[in-house]
């Protein structure tokens, strides 16, 4: 299902984000979405950049896509684990409180991780969380 557009012509006091990736509408207009979605888009963005991948900011991000070609052990998950937390607490740290991150993988599925992150939006105060899978 597509993401709703967002017209351009709307509500002008209501603040407006573009979408991450990048996308178009069908009436040529960029897609926007809400503040909610927007900081999952930024967390999206720290897990899934590799450090060395920004130009500009080489150490931003916390490479978590390396993780598919590493075999799947309590060690590997912890450390990932910690680089996630502080990857985040880095780079959004002005925007969310991280309350945890969990990695695991069920008996039998080894082969898929799951990263669970539990923050709270500082400017609402409101507890989120989002659940990625590799």
């Known amino acids: ?5 967002i017209p351009a012509q709307s509500d002008p006091r209501q603040q407006r984000f573009l979408k991450y990736p990048l996308d178009v509408g069908s009436t040529s207009v960029l897609v926007t979405t809400t503040a909610d979605d927007h900081l999952r888009d930024l967390i999206l963005q720290v897990l899934f950049t590799s450090p060395g991948e920004r130009l500009n900011l080489p150490e931003f991000g916390a490479g978590v896509a390396r993780l598919v070609f590493e075999p799947n052990s309590e060690p590997l998950r912890a450390s990932a684990q910690f680089l996630i937390a502080s990857g985040l607490q880095q780079w959004l740290g002005d925007r969310i409180d991280v309350s945890s991150v969990a ?6 599925y080894e082969e898929t991780v799951t990263i669970a992150i539990e ?16």
């Open 103 to 108: 990695l695991t993988s069920e008996p039998g």
């Open 119 to 134: 923050y709270v939006v500082k400017t609402t105060q409101q507890p989120q969380a989002l659940t990625v899978q590799l």
């Open 1 to 5: 299902m597509m993401p709703p557009e």
